[in-house]
């Protein structure tokens, strides 16, 4: 996978993204996690520890993309405990180049539900994020993490819930990750008020 690009420009592109989430309320605190490749052998991700709010580009940690901290240019941060989940989206998938995780609460309610998202009753919403699979629960930060989604990693994937932790969504640049997370959000909340109304109705397959 051939990539040219600024390194810098993707530095602050992540911090707008970050504050982005948290103005959204879809992290709290230190919630949430961002990365993106960098070149085929190098991942730019968000720290622990860091409202993603307010991060500074010279905060975000270079990892190789076997997890290892490369280089000095973090001041001392460390990368996120959600890498491994990050690096296992990279493997199975080369054409993508960006993950953005976050605890957005509409998303974050079905998963915790483990209340698989409907189907055929906002056609938008499917053709821009396809079959959206809800995992098995996995212990946030641990090697399960990435067990639980690998088998969901398809070509057609773009999103997924993990069960009782929430929403990742992944795509070829930082702004398509960006914006499946607002369209699963959005289809979320769109949903739980639907159902406050009444059932929700499929439209027609065609």
Not at 20 to 43: E, L, P, T
Not at 102 to 118: C, D, G, N
Request: hydrophobic share 40%; proline share 7%.
């Amino acid at each position: 996978m051939a990539r040219n690009v600024d390194e810098n420009l993707l530095r602050q592109q992540m911090c707008e993204i970050g504050r982005r989430m948290w103005q959204r309320g879809w992290i709290a605190a230190n919630d949430g996690n961002i990365s993106v490749r960098v070149d085929h052998r190098r991942v730019l991700v968000t720290p622990t520890g860091i409202s993603k709010g307010f991060m500074e580009p010279r905060m975000l940690c270079l990892t190789d993309m076997h997890g290892k901290h490369i280089g000095d240019d973090s001041g001392g941060f460390t990368p996120t405990s959600e890498l491994k989940m990050h690096l296992a989206i990279y493997a199975a998938r080369p054409d993508v180049n960006a993950v953005v995780h976050t605890h957005a609460p509409h998303a974050v309610a079905f998963s915790i539900a483990r209340m698989p998202l409907p189907k055929r009753i906002y056609p938008e919403v499917e053709v821009l994020l396809g079959d959206v699979p809800l995992t098995d629960y996995a212990t946030s930060g641990t090697d399960e993490v990435p067990d639980s989604i690998t088998p969901h990693l398809t070509e057609a994937t773009r999103a997924i819930l993990m069960a009782n932790h929430g929403p990742v969504t992944f795509g070829a640049t930082l702004e398509s990750a960006y914006q499946r997370m607002e369209v699963l959000e959005a289809y979320c909340r769109i949903v739980t008020l639907a159902r406050q109304i009444g059932e929700p109705v499929q439209v027609p397959e065609t």
